[in-house]
């Protein structure tokens, strides 16, 4: 038999095995519009897809202003496959032509039979078609509770901006987090927002009848609630450092854990003796740690040189410590993470709760605990509120600069 040979050519493969040609269908660069089939609900979120330089493919997701890279893209046959950059999900589907592709989103952090059926066309499209001129304009704050009346209610604040022609970005803050970059329309009185960002896929539907907002949220295939908002610029969730402390009996915080490199750290370690430091609780599968993990490494390259240390403790959904260790190699890696980021255990409030005995109520990931040079808890930050949340986000980047500022000083 004829040795298997692969010539590769601009602008498509062709594989040659014995006497048969066979062409890699690719698809059309350019702009997409895709739809998960969240159990009959459309979620829309729009790409492109692109070559590089070196001829190899990626693709850019859209949410608002956020632009998300991946890749990870396999071309085989009529089949496409690509994997997200940062979370352990991917798509996986059969291009028609070249301008559909139809298949699956596949979230294995959600179990391995996790998928959401997609359809893919290309062309420049709206993430929502827009049947109506927008009967108002919902542009603001809005005070906002998610199944209320029942023992799982929570508060959320819903920051909207609104165009003239009814486009819609924004995100909702909770005392957790943020449900990061939303954009959709105002159609008529109909409301639709949604996201993908590899990990999650929101939609938000909801109808608005004077100055309250009625809703539902549905995020993937196995959870939908209900949501009312009602405008109010005035109204704030509690502190977000007054939700976590250090656990009675405890005055400073201390961990052994291993690195990404096999190495074992702890706070009382000689390098960090005598530095202020940050400790960050997080996952390589949250989105919101992603956010912060950014903040975090720009933090460390502008104030380590100074004395300021930077730790990230882990807790991951896989159950293996190797697959675990391979998720926050990736995750360092694709976001060029200069401090260790050291593996806790699995993300359970109990396993959390045991390896970090010294906080009381860790209710998110992540959470910051901030250090000073005598090994002295200064401030337990939950949750984070990332650049969806636009001036809340800058808010707190000024005022983390300030409080490192005042940390570094103290006993320089």
Not at 20 to 49: C, H, I, K, M, Q
Not at 124 to 140: E, L, M, T
Not at 370 to 388: A, L
């Amino acid at each position: 038999m004829r040795q298997l040979a692969v010539y590769s050519l601009v602008g498509s493969l062709l594989v040659s095995c014995g006497d048969s040609v066979s062409r890699v269908a690719e698809p059309r660069p350019g702009p997409w519009r895709v739809e998960l089939d969240l159990n009959g609900s459309p979620l829309p979120f729009t790409f492109d897809f692109s070559r590089t330089s070196d001829s190899s493919w990626e693709m850019h997701v859209h949410n608002a202003s956020e632009d998300i890279r991946a890749r990870d893209i396999v071309l085989r046959s009529d089949s496409v496959i690509i994997r997200m950059s940062l979370f352990d999900s991917e798509f996986k589907g059969v291009l028609r032509g070249d301008s559909v592709i139809e298949g699956g989103w596949h979230n294995y952090l959600k179990g391995p039979d996790y998928t959401i059926p997609f359809r893919a066309h290309a062309g420049d499209a709206p993430r929502f078609v827009q049947h109506a001129p927008a009967s108002a304009s919902v542009d603001g704050s809005w005070k906002t509770v998610f199944s209320d009346g029942t023992p799982d209610a929570y508060n959320a604040i819903g920051l909207f901006r609104q165009d003239g022609a009814g486009a819609v970005t924004g995100t909702f803050m909770t005392e957790t987090g943020d449900y990061r970059f939303l954009s959709g329309s105002l159609s008529g009185d109909s409301l639709l927002l949604s996201c993908f960002d590899g990990s999650h896929a929101f939609l938000f539907q909801a109808v608005l009848r004077n100055d309250t907002l009625l809703g539902t949220f549905t995020s993937g295939v196995h959870w939908q609630e209900p949501w009312k908002a009602v405008r109010d610029e005035s109204y704030r969730l509690r502190d977000p450092d007054s939700l976590t402390a250090l656990r009675e009996g405890y005055d400073m915080v201390d961990f052994r854990f291993m690195d990404t490199d096999g190495r074992m750290v702890s706070r009382s370690d000689v390098a960090y003796q005598g530095k202020p430091m940050m400790v960050q609780v997080m996952g390589s599968w949250c989105p919101n740690c992603v956010d912060e993990a950014r903040l975090l490494r720009d933090v460390h390259d502008q104030y380590h040189q100074r004395g300021l240390e930077v730790v990230a403790i882990a807790f991951e959904k896989q159950e293996d410590p190797e697959m675990a260790m391979v998720a926050l190699r990736r995750f360092k890696a694709a976001l060029d993470i200069p401090y260790p980021i050291l593996y806790g255990g699995t993300a359970s409030k109990e396993e959390a709760g045991r390896k970090l005995p010294f906080l009381d109520h860790l209710m998110s990931y992540p959470t910051c605990i901030f250090i000073d040079r005598k090994g002295v808890v200064r401030r337990i930050r939950t949750g984070f509120y990332g650049p969806g949340t636009g001036e809340h986000y800058e808010h707190y980047k000024q005022n983390l600069e300030s409080f490192i500022e005042k940390l570094l000083a103290e006993g320089a």
